[in-house]
């Protein structure tokens, strides 16, 4: 019998979903599966990066991304160095691009980067010949956050098509927001948000997506309540009265999760702050919270995608040599 081909992902980075397929999203939910299993293990070595090298490059604070990006490719053999920013040549004033470049030259396999600025990953991505994962770019993308809740609900509910997802807060500075928005509705699940009209992007109601500005309603039947942190290192001016006002109108308690369905999940990307848009007693509800399941599946998620991604790499082409981008 014919060797089954190795699938491959149709580009060399991973700026964001969109361009990704369902096939795509399937292949990678499918290999963290496999990841999943290999983590819970006592030797969660397995080799798919040997001999290549990963950078995180973090110009944001991170926890959970940072950490599961470097738990993850170490899991895959590789070799991972956190670069510090706060230490680096970019307080002597050295350009993002240039740091870039500077790394370039060390010739690691792959660059994960985390920028404040929207499209700034994509740009470094045109000047490098490393591979490219978006961790998290200003308001635009996070891709591997998406696929890791994909993973969380396709687990629990054994689908994501079909199911009704209510995504609530800071719809307007969320890059989680938006890469699951995309995600799941290529995935055919029917997307809520819901939020005050001061934290929705203008133009929403043309993302397809249906828009609630009452809790209650917003979460009315539905499978999968995705909570928001209210991000205000993003805000500049008044976007909500206050968090105590915030809280009494969209955070989530018992009283409002009682409209969701009497098995429906309760999600936050992290980080969270408790009694603003989440109250202590549903985030710890061990029956119905997945938030530490989440943080679990983004290590395997992020394992898939480096394995898939270094697939495309044979040797490091010289940029342009490869489409950048994430072209369908
Ligand atoms: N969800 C997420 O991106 O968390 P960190 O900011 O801790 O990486």
């Avoid at 938006?178 to 699940?189: D, E, F, K, T």
């Avoid at 999760?257 to 999600?267: E, N, Q």
């Avoid at 989440?294 to 342009?320: C, I, S, Y």
Wanted: aromatic share 4%; with cysteine; charged share 25%.
């Amino acid at each position: 019998m014919p060797a089954e081909p190795i699938f491959r992902l149709p580009t060399r980075h991973l700026l964001g979903i969109e361009g990704l397929a369902p096939p795509h999203v399937d292949a990678i939910l499918d290999l963290s599966e496999t990841y999943v299993e290999t983590s819970r293990r006592a030797e969660k070595k397995a080799s798919g990066l040997r001999g290549r090298t990963v950078i995180n490059l973090f110009f944001e604070n991170s926890t959970r991304t940072r950490t599961s990006f470097e738990l993850a490719g170490k899991r895959l053999g590789g070799d991972v160095i956190n670069m510090s920013v706060e230490a680096s040549s970019v307080k002597k004033g050295e350009t993002l691009i240039d740091t870039a470049l500077t790394l370039t030259a060390m010739n690691p396999d792959v660059l994960i980067v985390r920028h404040p600025d929207s499209g700034a990953v994509k740009l470094l991505s045109e000047k490098v010949r490393a591979s490219v994962i978006n961790a998290g770019d200003g308001q635009h993308e996070h891709p591997t956050q998406a696929l890791l809740d994909a993973l969380t609900i396709r687990r629990r509910k054994g689908r994501l098509s079909g199911l009704v997802v209510a995504i609530c807060g800071d719809i307007l500075h969320s890059r989680v927001a938006r890469s699951n928005i995309l995600l799941l509705q290529v995935m055919g699940a029917v997307v809520r948000v819901v939020a005050p009209t001061t934290l929705l992007p203008a133009g929403i109601e043309r993302w397809g997506v249906e828009v609630f500005h009452d809790m209650r309603r917003g979460l009315d039947g539905a499978d999968i309540v995705m909570m928001l942190r209210l991000q205000r290192e993003r805000m500049d001016g008044g976007y909500v009265p206050s968090p105590r006002e915030f809280f009494h109108f969209y955070g989530l308690d018992r009283d409002k999760l009682a409209r969701a369905k009497p098995d429906a999940l309760i999600m936050h990307p992290g980080p969270m702050n408790r009694g603003v848009e989440i109250d202590s007693i549903v985030a710890d509800d061990l029956d119905r919270s997945v938030i530490q399941e989440q943080v679990e599946m983004g290590v395997a998620v992020r394992m898939a995608v480096l394995d898939l991604l270094t697939r495309n790499l044979q040797g490091n082409e010289p940029p342009g040599g490869v489409p950048a981008g994430s072209g369908r």
